[in-house]
């Protein structure tokens, strides 16, 4: 069983940064492949990222790739989404997901969701 915590989430204006965070409980947090999700109001949940056990690494929309960078630590059981040069279309709640499958985790069918983080760009 995993437990999931999103946090880091608020009110940037364009242009800006946040880092959001993704807290885990469990044993077997390391062996996880660890994505991020976002969905705004009235809008299908959309794929961010996604980091396997191993270390690599898989983005989605190019909207997103080269601003978000994702990254974990997991001595800390925490997995990280870095986010930059940040636009009003990045409004969104951030969910975390976590599975044993990367094809799973991209395809938004993770066994473990945390409850999400809102992240508001605006001027």
């Known amino acids: 069983q995993v437990h999931l915590v999103e946090s880091g989430g608020g009110l940037v204006q364009p242009g800006g940064s946040l880092r959001l965070s993704c807290a885990a409980s469990?044993?077997?947090?390391?062996?996880?492949?660890m994505g991020w999700f976002r969905q705004a109001p009235g809008k299908e949940r959309e794929f961010v990222a996604a980091m396997t056990w191993t270390g690599g690494t898989r983005y989605g929309a190019d909207s997103v790739k080269g601003r978000f960078t994702i990254s974990r630590d997991n001595a800390k059981m925490t997995v990280y989404l870095q986010m930059n040069s940040l636009k009003p279309e990045d409004t969104a709640v951030y969910y975390c997901a976590a599975d044993d499958s990367t094809s799973t985790v991209v395809a938004g069918r993770s066994r473990y969701w945390g409850q999400g983080t809102q992240v508001t760009v605006s001027s």
């Open positions: 469990g044993r077997t947090f390391s062996r996880y492949v």
